[in-house]
């Protein structure tokens, strides 16, 4: 009976894999937050893949920033995706703006950050840009905590 | 500590025989005025300039000895007059200027008899208050003439301290400074807390006494210390009395800090009164002094004595015009990204204009100061996103020429175009090379084909400036040429942003005071973000030389070389106004984006977003450092306005 019972259930789960369903897959990891997501990218290929997607970036993404302007979405894709976006504006500037208190309530406040998050980007875009006269684009240096090298 | 010991005990000593023993004072003056060659090696350098020789393998000893003088020569006032009377009767004097033995001989002197305070050396024996200016200079005229103290000796000029009406206290882990009723810094030490530092501070001040020709309406009076940041300590502040209970002398660095920035002043006014020969022992001195400090006020004062240096040897900085504009375009990226102002230029600026094309099919963009073209692609962004959609975009960039024939500000064109066709922005540029801006005329800046452009709508014009229009303050006449060229272009809005100084005054003095406190607080800023990787550090680096550039050209050149002529908002709205133009108040969003800028960046609690009139100021603390405002023309009644006016 246990061996029926287990076979039953081993059926069960080898039926059934997250990782067929990679849209599953997506929705699922698009709740999670930054680090975690970032987590998740280093389980294997597969989830690597799936994390990358931009949809799932997108959803962290107005998850931070409660505002939208209409559009926004075209002009972020051409600008390099919401998971740049993401990594290299929106989320060091909530782990910013959150130690130093700061945290968007207001609908305005929300608004604030959104287009200033958009504004950095678009000016570490524009840096990447051409031919890479600059070392490495840095405009957004400041937002990385310095690294205690001691 | 060690080399205020010495001026302390080693003036006092001197200026206390002065009404006793007049033989004493006059070999004790004369050592103190000759200036005195740094002999062989191993003299201690700065001592010998006033007149001591000491072993610089012996300083060890000699601070020591100097601990325990100070220690048996400290005391209640009511013995003073008992050991000035055995002192000066009593002991045999020897010559103070070989400090080792000298030490030796008073302490074997001072052990027998009660550790008194000679009362005599001091100018006011009754009560706390710090000798008045006139009665300190009276008292040591024996060593000190006021007259020539800073155009003879160095040691007199280096010695002296002003008294501001208010010094700012400060207080330090060790030790603390007190502001005395009259005004003047103090150090308490820690080992002998409150009654005797009345006659301690006293017999210390005693050395620095003001000189009554000294520098009129200087930076008052400053301590500067390696911790705390050198801009709290330029502006005066309420004071706070800490007593230590540690045993430890004042630390060095706020003693040479003190005089390093009492160098600096000497040595301008001696660059004032071509006074080259003096000016010139001024620097190495400065530079010596500076070496000892840590952190933003070395760096000030190296660049500040490196102005000094090209002046006195009339170094021209070598101008090949084109060559330099790519350097400091160089430069100035690394501004850009190591500290705030910029960036903060460029979003307030940027809102400004926002706004200004509020509801406009057209508009045309006119950049004085392209560059790298850095502040556009937010604009473009912020366009893309408008409600409404964006707007067909022109650009018209102004720069100055590139020495290797590429065309810098063309390259900056196609990026910028790149960039606006990603984002489906519908851009247009155009590029400008030109010397100066008043080189450029009217009709250059206007549209090019009204035929095409007059079916649609006709454009709005923005024009922006960062940091260029006081360049031209440089040339008499052509700021006004410039500004009439604006006016004729009708621009809905002119944003302008500008260092928040006046580093323009006639005298010369008045705009060193003003640079060394401008630039001190600047650099102040640039500290706190440091530390960080290699990366940081080299942009912090370059930033420094930025600015550092910018002191040169403030302290060392003159007439049209002088380009860097800074002024305050408050001259600017003058001139705008007196050419034609209202203000106009630059919107909240603006306020708040640009606060929520300055909180990402590391050093963030420092740098504080004003309103001033509609004009945001960024400054560090609570000295504004840059200005951005807008404006248009007066009175202007664009039909065309009106119409698209949304709102």
């Keep these: 009976m246990e061996n029926a019972e287990e076979e039953k259930e081993r059926d069960n789960t080898r039926g059934y894999n997250i990782n067929d369903n990679h849209d599953l897959l997506a929705e699922i990891l698009a709740r999670l937050d930054g680090p975690s997501l970032a987590a998740a990218a280093s389980v294997c290929r597969l989830w690597h893949t799936v994390s990358r997607r931009d949809t799932v970036w997108k959803a962290l993404f107005n998850r931070h920033v409660a505002a939208d302007f209409p559009g926004t979405r075209a002009v972020v894709a051409a600008l390099g995706g919401y998971r740049r976006l993401y990594c290299r504006c929106v989320g060091p500037i909530a782990d910013r703006l959150a130690v130093s208190g700061e945290h968007a309530t207001t609908t305005e406040a929300a608004a604030a950050r959104l287009s200033l998050s958009l504004s950095l980007f678009s000016i570490d875009c524009y840096e990447r840009l051409g031919d890479g006269g600059w070392q490495r684009p840095s405009s957004l240096l400041f937002l990385r905590s310095p690294v205690d090298v001691s | ?647």
């Excluded at chain 2, 033989?23 to 003299?43: F, S, V």
């Excluded at chain 2, 006014?269 to 952190?295: C, H, M, P, W, Y």
């Excluded at chain 2, 090019?448 to 923005?462: C, D, I, T």
């Excluded at chain 2, 807008?630 to 009175?635: E, I």
Aim: aromatic letters at 8%; hydrophobic letters at 40%; charged letters at 20%.
């Design chain 2, 1 to 647: 500590m060690k080399r205020e010991h010495l001026e302390s005990v080693g003036g006092r000593g001197i200026g206390g025989y002065a009404p006793a023993a007049p033989g004493m004072a006059g070999t004790g003056k004369g050592k103190m005025m000759g200036l005195d060659e740094e002999a062989d090696g191993g003299i201690d350098e700065l001592l010998a300039a006033f007149g001591y020789n000491v072993r610089s393998s012996d300083m060890a000893g000699v601070a020591e000895k100097l601990e325990q003088l100070e220690m048996a020569m400290g005391g209640s006032s009511a013995h003073d007059d008992a050991l000035l009377i055995h002192l000066a009767s009593d002991t045999v004097h020897y010559n103070p200027s070989d400090l080792s033995s000298w030490l030796e001989s008073m302490l074997s002197e001072l052990s027998a008899p009660p550790p008194q305070l000679p009362q005599a050396i001091h100018p006011n024996s009754s009560g706390y208050n710090l000798p008045q200016a006139p009665a300190s200079a009276h008292s040591s005229t024996a060593f000190f003439d006021p007259a020539d103290a800073l155009t003879t000796t160095e040691s007199s000029t280096v010695t002296s301290v002003d008294f501001p009406a208010q010094p700012p206290p400060v207080v330090f882990p060790d030790f603390a400074v007190r502001q005395s009723g009259s005004g003047g810094n103090r150090a308490v030490y820690g080992s002998e807390p409150q009654i005797d530092s009345g006659t301690r501070d006293r017999k210390r001040m005693k050395t620095s006494s003001s000189s009554s020709s000294s520098r009129g309406g200087s930076g008052g009076g400053v301590i500067v210390q390696s911790s705390p940041t050198i801009g709290s300590l330029l502006a005066p502040a309420s004071g706070t009395e800490v007593a230590s209970a540690l045993p430890v002398v004042m630390v060095d660095t706020q003693e040479v800090g003190i005089r390093l920035v009492h160098a600096l002043m000497a040595c301008a006014e001696a660059v004032n009164e071509e006074n080259f020969k003096v000016a010139d022992v001024l620097v190495r001195q400065i530079t010596v002094l500076a070496s000892s400090q840590s952190g933003a006020m070395r760096k000030v004062a190296g660049y500040f004595a490196e102005g000094f240096a090209r002046k006195i040897y009339r170094l021209h900085p070598q101008q090949d015009c084109s060559l330099d504009s790519a350097f400091s375009d160089i430069l100035q990226m690394h501004f850009y990204e190591s500290c705030p102002y910029l960036k903060f230029a460029h979003f307030t600026a940027n809102q400004a204009i926002l706004e200004a094309f509020a509801g406009c099919r057209r508009v045309h963009v006119i950049d004085f100061s392209m560059k790298q073209g850095m502040q556009w692609p937010a604009l473009m962004q912020a366009l893309a996103l408008r409600p409404g959609g964006p707007p067909s975009f022109r650009l018209t960039g102004i720069g100055p020429p590139q020495p290797d024939n590429t065309d810098a500000l063309q390259q900056v064109g196609w990026k910028l175009a790149q960039l606006a066709d990603t984002i489906h922005v519908d851009f247009e540029y155009r590029g400008f090379v030109a010397n100066s801006l008043a080189d450029l005329e009217p009709f250059m800046l206007e549209t090019l084909s009204p035929a095409s452009g007059g079916s649609a709508e006709p454009e709005v014009v923005a024009i922006n400036s960062v940091f260029e229009l006081h360049r031209l303050l440089a040339r008499p006449g052509a700021l006004e040429k410039v500004l009439a060229t604006i006016r004729a272009v009708k621009p809905r809005i002119v944003t302008m942003v500008e260092q928040e100084a006046n580093h323009n005054a006639g005298p010369f003095m008045e705009r060193f005071t003003e640079a060394l406190h401008y630039y001190s607080t600047m650099f102040d800023s640039l500290e706190g973000g440091a530390g960080a990787a290699g990366e940081a550090q080299q942009d912090q680096l370059m930033s420094e030389v930025y600015l550092g550039r910018q002191i040169c050209n403030v302290v060392a050149c003159e007439g049209s070389e002088r380009t860097e002529r800074h002024e305050t908002l408050t001259q600017w709205r003058t001139r705008m106004g007196g050419a034609g133009f209202e203000p106009v108040h630059i919107g909240s969003n603006a306020f708040k984006q640009a606060s929520m800028l300055l909180a990402l960046f590391a050093g963030g609690d420092g740098y504080r977003v004003e309103e001033k009139e509609g004009c945001l100021t960024l400054g560090w603390h609570t000295r504004p450092l840059i200005a951005t405002s807008a404006w248009r023309v007066a009175g202007a009644t664009d039909s065309t306005s009106a119409a698209t006016d949304a709102h």
